[in-house]
């Protein structure tokens, strides 16, 4: 087994992970939150300055949310049509909330991907990248870090909540979100489990060590042994870590449901200047029963998004931050045996608001059975590209891997510019 000295020589993952044992070991604290260099650039221009990406795992059935046809046909089954406050946005009938602030949504409505199953689908739609065997590419958060520089000193620039690992792909794992498994349960693994005294003569003898390393691999980038213990004490003796802690926050305009303390913990995160927060929510991938899955499901973001929405616009945080949500396809407007609807990348919904988002759009559009996309199609990496854009970032700039592969925030995707206005 190699052991962890090794480990220090070898790649970005393998020092990655022989400082985050070297911290367990010799330090008695457990460490989830990645180092944070010190390189930020302010953001100059564009309206959005935050991005909350609520992200609906398992793929979301269009028909029965966002492109709802017409009231009592075939292809709608039990789901019932709202009309909202825009004439062209016609929702499924468990989004109430949200159809009567349509004027603050834009629906992209010809979403169109060749991915069909899950983890490909969720990944392309994550990072605008297809799967490969040879390379992982970061989410939004850290390519948003990359092009715009590190905004905070001690909290990370992003955070994924909903999922209890994360990385930064072929970025520097500095950049890695943080992951939050339970939005309800603060950062874990950040107590320290001894006595300052000795937690502080360790801490002296860590970075001793890690000078070693440094001079003896010439490893000098942004992870250094140094600067991450600096980091790792900072967050651990400052009060940012309070910015994770919903305990004491007004849940009425959430409800009490993991995706909605999710949205609220998302709220207070950008509200203390975290610039990207995923939302990650499962139990999409209906199959079977649909009217009962969608039942359970749908009213449970109705509620998280709209209470979102008017949480950010009542501390006048809604114009600087864009609220994306996203899924990896929709589901077929067919029903199976299993009175369920399966997978269908042909076409699907998304939606945008805030952030400079222009309310009241339904952009491209699927025939009367939701089966085909009739305006402009819209690619995964179409609609990170979207986002980039309304975060000031400019998504024809190359940025090149270690190995020197070129790769773009959004995957060389078209910006739908229109949205914004």
């Not at 930020?40 to 966002?66: P, R, V, W």
């Not at 989004?95 to 490909?120: C, F, W, Y």
């Not at 739609?125 to 970061?138: D, E, L, Q, S």
């Not at 610039?275 to 899955?293: A, F, K, Q, T």
């Amino acid at each position: 087994m190699m052991n962890l000295a090794e480990l220090a020589g070898k790649d970005s993952l393998s020092r990655r992970y022989f400082m985050e044992k070297t911290a367990k070991l010799s330090l008695g604290v457990s460490l989830s939150v990645p180092f944070l260099p010190r390189n930020f650039q302010a953001q100059e221009g564009a309206k959005g300055k935050n991005l909350i990406y609520i992200y609906l795992k398992g793929g979301m059935s269009h028909l029965d949310t966002f492109d709802a046809k017409r009231d009592g046909s075939a292809v709608m089954g039990s789901t019932t049509t709202l009309n909202t406050k825009v004439d062209d946005l016609k929702f499924g009938g468990n989004l109430p909330k949200l159809a009567q602030m349509a004027d603050k949504l834009a629906v992209i409505r010809g979403m169109n991907s060749t991915n069909g199953a899950h983890e490909e689908g969720e990944y392309i739609m994550r990072r605008g990248y297809n799967k490969r065997a040879t390379i992982v590419h970061p989410t939004m958060g850290p390519f948003a870090e990359k092009m715009l520089g590190k905004r905070n000193e001690v909290l990370p620039d992003s955070v994924i909540i909903g999922e209890s690992t994360s990385n930064a792909g072929w970025l520097d794992p500095s950049m890695s979100p943080l992951p939050i498994a339970d939005p309800a349960g603060g950062v874990p693994n950040t107590t320290i489990t001894t006595n300052q005294e000795r937690f502080d003569r360790r801490m002296k003898m860590a970075k001793g060590l890690g000078q070693k390393f440094i001079e003896k691999y010439k490893y000098t980038g942004p992870e250094s042994y140094v600067e991450y213990y600096d980091q790792a004490t900072k967050l651990l003796k400052s009060d940012e870590l309070k910015a994770f802690d919903i305990s004491g926050e007004d849940s009425s305009l959430y409800g009490t449901e993991r995706l909605g303390q999710g949205c609220l913990l998302a709220r207070k995160l950008i509200e203390n200047g975290v610039r990207v927060v995923e939302v990650v929510s499962g139990g999409w991938d209906m199959h079977i029963g649909l009217r009962e899955s969608l039942n359970s499901r749908v009213p449970v973001v109705d509620m998280a998004v709209s209470g979102l929405i008017k949480d950010l616009e009542q501390r006048g945080l809604l114009d600087s931050t864009i609220i994306a949500i996203g899924t990896e396809f929709g589901r077929t407007p067919d029903f199976n045996i299993n009175d369920g609807r399966d997978h269908f990348p042909a076409a699907y919904s998304c939606v945008l608001a805030g952030g400079g988002i222009k309310g009241g759009t339904a952009y491209s559009e699927t025939d009367g059975t939701g089966k085909k996309v009739k305006g402009p199609l819209v690619k995964p990496e179409d609609f990170l590209s979207t986002i980039g854009y309304g975060l000031g970032i400019d998504t024809s700039e190359v940025v090149y891997s270690a190995t020197q592969r070129p790769f773009t925030f959004g995957g060389k995707g078209k910006p739908i510019t229109e949205l914004f206005g």
